[in-house]
């Protein structure tokens, strides 16, 4: 083996090991997730606090952040695999008023069965996932151009094919019960989007956590060209993570059409910027290659606390993207030293 080929082995392993080690308290408080566990619980306590008085903690209360946490966390936790590997997705904000548009055509308008709707749904999102991946594995554009270019591109094409497909913007859908059930139904006031994510919760820990392809995510938001000389399929590993990110923006878009029975073709502007917010205050790096699953869901738990939990309280309605912008801040700043804790304390373990 040459020399070259040692070193890159060398950083995939670092990499990896460092995504798959052993548990040990030291490295718990040197994690991703501590920061935002932290962050999470001093934002809980405060409004608890303040809301305490306004049914913040009941089950109601609860409720209602989480309704919003899991809307975004669907899509946060494989945006944030993105960016472990380097990469971004803002295309999310018109992906998702197209599946729930293209769900509600199909179904209410030309009669398709609802599975058969679902199906063509998420195909149609997976094939803008793969036109992600092939542009910026093919081109070596930016992602965020790229995506960007995707944002604009399908919101114009759902607000051009609804208006000539059905003669306007917002459609209606009465959906059978047993999709109700599934996709759109509340439990304890919980709605069916949360039972979802938590079941992509473990799901995606033990992928990104506990599988080899896990370990290739890392290695790649690592160092890109020492993962490619370990073999690993890096532009093909890309194109499955943009497709996994469409397919799960499309499953939180279907969910809410099926949920309130309508849904407009209005890009959703502001989802691209609480699923990023919710992957760095859950401590994903921007520059890729550290990261975790439980810190993300940390951190959307926050930002619903924060975007939500507001209402149960007498501040201003209006503080509330102050608090998010200035918590955000903090979060970049504390990623950097965790950052940095974690990489002393891994070499530290291997001197040892």
């Known amino acids: 083996m040459s020399k070259a080929d040692t070193n890159s082995a060398t950083s995939v392993s670092t990499v990896s090991n460092r995504a798959r080690s052993g548990f040990s308290f030291g490295e718990l408080f040197r994690s991703p997730a501590m920061g935002a566990f932290i962050g999470m619980l001093v934002v809980f306590i405060i409004f608890a606090m303040f809301g305490f008085h306004r049914n913040f903690l009941t ?27 380097g990469e971004l997705d803002i295309s999310t904000g018109a992906v998702l008023p197209a599946s729930a548009m293209m769900l509600g055509i199909s179904v209410n308008h030309y009669d398709f069965p609802m599975w058969l709707g679902i199906v063509s749904t998420m195909t149609m999102a997976a094939s ?9 594995t093919r081109t070596q554009v930016p992602s965020f151009i790229v995506t960007l270019a995707t944002l604009f591109a399908v919101g114009g094409l759902t607000l051009a094919m609804s208006d000539l497909l059905i003669n306007n913007t917002n459609v209606s859908l009465t959906s059978p019960d047993w999709a109700k059930a ?20 473990v799901g995606f820990w ?38 996994l990110c469409a397919v799960c923006t499309s ?51 926050t930002l619903g606390i924060v975007q939500q939990g507001i209402n149960y ?10 608090i998010i912008g200035v918590m955000l801040l903090i979060a970049v700043l504390m990623n950097g030293t965790f950052q940095k804790l974690a990489t002393s304390w891994s070499t530290g373990k291997k001197e040892d």
């Open 128 to 136: 803008v996932g793969l036109i992600n991946g092939l542009l910026v």
């Open 59 to 85: 089950i109601g209360g609860i409720a209602n952040w989480m309704n919003f946490a899991s809307t975004v966390g669907i899509i946060a936790i494989p945006v944030a695999f993105l960016m472990i590997a």
């Open 206 to 243: 033990f992928f990104l956590h506990k599988s080899p392809w896990g370990n290739w995510i890392f290695a790649i938001g690592g160092d890109s060209e020492s993962a490619r000389n370990a073999g690993i399929p890096v532009n093909k590993m890309k194109i499955w993570l943009f497709i």
């Open 251 to 301: 499953l939180a878009g279907m969910c809410q059409v099926i949920q309130f029975n309508s849904s407009q073709a209005s890009t959703f502007f502001n989802l691209i910027f609480f699923t990023i917010i919710a992957c760095v205050v859950g401590g994903v790096l921007l520059n890729g290659g550290f990261g975790s699953v439980i810190g993300v869901v940390f951190g959307t738990m």
């Open 313 to 322: 309280t007498e501040i201003d309605r209006n503080y509330s993207l102050l």
């Open 182 to 201: 599934i996709f759109g139904t509340r439990y304890f006031g919980f709605r069916a989007t949360v039972f979802w994510w938590l079941a992509l919760i």
